[in-house]
């Protein structure tokens, strides 16, 4: 058995891409069950730290598309790119993927005015490589022979299959979880979205979300409230019941905890966005030729891990 402070290490471990995520889920729900409100500095932060793990999601999917279309120089673009994010989460967690950063209470650590102009400096270098290696996605012959009109899906398709995330916003699906935040209204967010519901749809809404995302995190550091990263938190969870939604970068992330007055959690579940997706991608997959087949699947973004668990 693992106590609700331990359990966190677990959670994040349900996926290494979405890592952040889901220590963010998992602790904001424990920190419902407890009703612990947590410093406003934290909030951002993780706020923050969350749009960096988006975008080192997104340029890792981008650069498996272009795998998959076999155009080997921009797949290692994208890739080069990621290892900037990564670095940032390096110098602040001393990880690079798995970087154990939320605590029931708020972060593990703060971070320096110095150290956020560095971070604010490097994120200004990845947009810029980003645009450019953007064009490529959005104009490039051979990219948007693959992609456009494959895979197409309705709105009220995606709706009454459930869809989530960019796979579900690709069709004109406004449904970011984002959108009941506070925090990331003041920040600048916007849910992307686009109508088309085809490859090159979904593919689009990502590649929009990089530039949202980096704006988002100069705003949250430019703007990063003073005061406490972290508050102690004290005793055991309380009898009963709290879920939480965390918009991931494939989609929303359902996490549900369970208290039964001990240190440890009676319950603690999570639903992962690739496992709502698989019934719209089903249907996109329905009367495709079988050289579009990768280019559905990888579309949804899936990730087998988080699924099988």
């Known amino acids: 058995?693992?106590?609700?402070?331990?359990?966190?290490?677990?959670?994040?471990?349900?996926?290494?891409?979405?890592?952040?995520?889901?220590?963010?889920?998992?602790?904001?729900?424990?920190?419902?069950?407890?009703?612990?409100?947590?410093?406003?500095?934290?909030?951002?932060?993780r706020v923050v730290f969350h749009e960096l793990s988006r975008v080192h999601s997104h340029l890792l999917w981008l650069g498996l598309l272009a795998d998959g279309m076999g155009f080997d120089s921009?797949?290692?673009?994208?890739?080069?790119?990621?290892?900037?994010?990564?670095?940032?989460?390096?110098?602040?967690?001393?990880?690079?993927?798995?970087?154990?950063?939320?605590?029931?209470?708020?972060?593990q650590s703060d971070i320096t005015p110095e150290m956020a102009k560095r971070i604010v400096s490097m994120v200004d270098s990845i947009e810029e490589d980003v645009r450019k290696t953007a064009v490529v996605f959005m104009k490039d012959t051979s990219v948007r022979n693959r992609l456009k009109g494959v895979g197409v899906i309705s709105k009220d398709d995606m709706m009454d299959l459930c869809g989530?995330?960019?796979?579900?916003?690709?069709?004109?699906?406004?449904?970011?979880?984002?959108?009941?935040?506070?925090?990331?209204?003041?920040?600048?967010?916007?849910?992307?979205?686009?109508?088309?519901?085809?490859?090159?749809?979904?593919?689009?809404?990502?590649?929009?979300?990089?530039?949202?995302?980096?704006?988002?995190?100069?705003?949250?550091?430019?703007?990063?409230p003073q005061g406490d990263f972290r508050i102690p938190v004290k005793g055991n969870p309380p009898e009963g019941e709290f879920a939480f939604r965390v918009e991931q970068p494939r989609g929303e992330a359902f996490y549900y905890v369970q208290g039964n007055g001990t240190k440890n959690l009676s319950r603690a579940r999570v639903r992962t966005p690739t496992n709502i997706n698989i019934p719209a991608m089903t249907r996109m997959l329905q009367g495709c030729g079988l050289q579009d087949v990768s280019m559905i699947v990888i579309t949804i973004d899936p990730c087998i891990s988080c699924t099988e668990r």
């Open 164 to 224: 989530v995330g960019p796979t579900a916003r690709g069709s004109g699906v406004d449904n970011d979880v984002r959108n009941t935040s506070d925090t990331y209204k003041a920040l600048g967010f916007s849910p992307v979205l686009y109508d088309e519901g085809d490859c090159l749809a979904r593919c689009l809404v990502r590649v929009d979300e990089l530039i949202q995302s980096l704006d988002i995190i100069r705003n949250g550091l430019r703007d990063l």
């Open 74 to 107: 921009l797949f290692m673009q994208c890739w080069r790119i990621r290892e900037k994010v990564l670095d940032i989460f390096e110098e602040v967690t001393g990880g690079r993927v798995i970087v154990s950063y939320c605590r029931i209470g708020g972060v």
């Open 1 to 45: 058995m693992r106590d609700y402070q331990q359990m966190t290490y677990v959670m994040e471990r349900v996926c290494g891409i979405c890592s952040f995520g889901h220590g963010y889920g998992y602790t904001s729900a424990v920190e419902g069950l407890m009703k612990v409100e947590i410093p406003e500095r934290a909030d951002v932060l």
